[in-house]
């Protein structure tokens, strides 16, 4: 089974934002930068169904050469491999940008079963690269997944739950398939 993970880096969560001396953006002199925390979530779930079924975790990142500290986080968590999609003229791109960018680079790394990424990512309060690179690639996805019931490899498809108000839901989708994980679906080791 070939499990890939989008991570991302953010700043710490814990620290103090300054805006630059221009007002137009932040100044990340000297800051501390973190898994997104809600990435950690899905590098635990892609370990965790490789415990299960076997197969590789492959750990995908894009962005400047700090972020191979974050990768470096998720492979010692567990995964197998890494991808970092490094370019200066994607320093400012946007959702949008970042979920086509990732997805092309995905489909070089071929066939695949699952690919998990964080419901959202912190710094931009953002929850729509994970939907564009499903997009993208022409998968379909769920997000918000709670609890990932099973992963059926051979019968190819997932069944997943997820909360809804007064109860939840649960869905099944064929395998390949993108899942967007929230901070109540495991405990990161």
């Given at each position: 089974m070939k499990i890939i993970v989008v991570v991302s880096q953010t700043q710490d969560t814990e620290a103090r934002i300054k805006?630059?001396?221009?007002g137009d953006s932040v100044d990340?002199?000297?800051m501390k930068w973190v898994m997104n925390p809600y990435d950690e979530f899905a590098v635990e779930e892609a370990i965790q169904t490789k415990e299960?079924?076997?197969?590789?975790?492959?750990i995908v990142s894009m962005g400047p050469d700090r972020v191979v500290e974050t990768i470096r986080q998720a492979l010692a968590m567990g995964g197998d491999s890494?991808?970092?999609?490094?370019?200066?003229?994607?320093?400012d791109s946007d959702s949008f940008a970042r979920g086509k960018v990732i997805a092309s680079e995905i489909k070089k790394l071929g066939e695949f079963d699952v690919l998990?990424?964080?419901?959202?990512?912190?710094?931009e309060e953002s929850g729509q690269v994970g939907v564009q690179i499903a997009e993208e690639l022409g998968i379909p996805h769920v997000s918000l997944v709670s609890k990932v019931i099973e992963i059926d490899p051979d019968g190819k498809k997932a069944v997943c739950q997820k909360e809804i108000d007064g109860g939840h839901v649960v869905v099944e989708v064929p395998l390949p398939c993108l899942i967007t994980c929230p901070d109540a679906?495991?405990?990161p080791r």
């Amino acid at each position: 089974m070939k499990i890939i993970v989008v991570v991302s880096q953010t700043q710490d969560t814990e620290a103090r934002i300054k805006v630059s001396s221009s007002g137009d953006s932040v100044d990340t002199a000297g800051m501390k930068w973190v898994m997104n925390p809600y990435d950690e979530f899905a590098v635990e779930e892609a370990i965790q169904t490789k415990e299960k079924h076997g197969g590789e975790v492959v750990i995908v990142s894009m962005g400047p050469d700090r972020v191979v500290e974050t990768i470096r986080q998720a492979l010692a968590m567990g995964g197998d491999s890494a991808l970092h999609i490094s370019d200066d003229s994607f320093a400012d791109s946007d959702s949008f940008a970042r979920g086509k960018v990732i997805a092309s680079e995905i489909k070089k790394l071929g066939e695949f079963d699952v690919l998990f990424t964080g419901m959202k990512i912190i710094d931009e309060e953002s929850g729509q690269v994970g939907v564009q690179i499903a997009e993208e690639l022409g998968i379909p996805h769920v997000s918000l997944v709670s609890k990932v019931i099973e992963i059926d490899p051979d019968g190819k498809k997932a069944v997943c739950q997820k909360e809804i108000d007064g109860g939840h839901v649960v869905v099944e989708v064929p395998l390949p398939c993108l899942i967007t994980c929230p901070d109540a679906m495991n405990e990161p080791r």
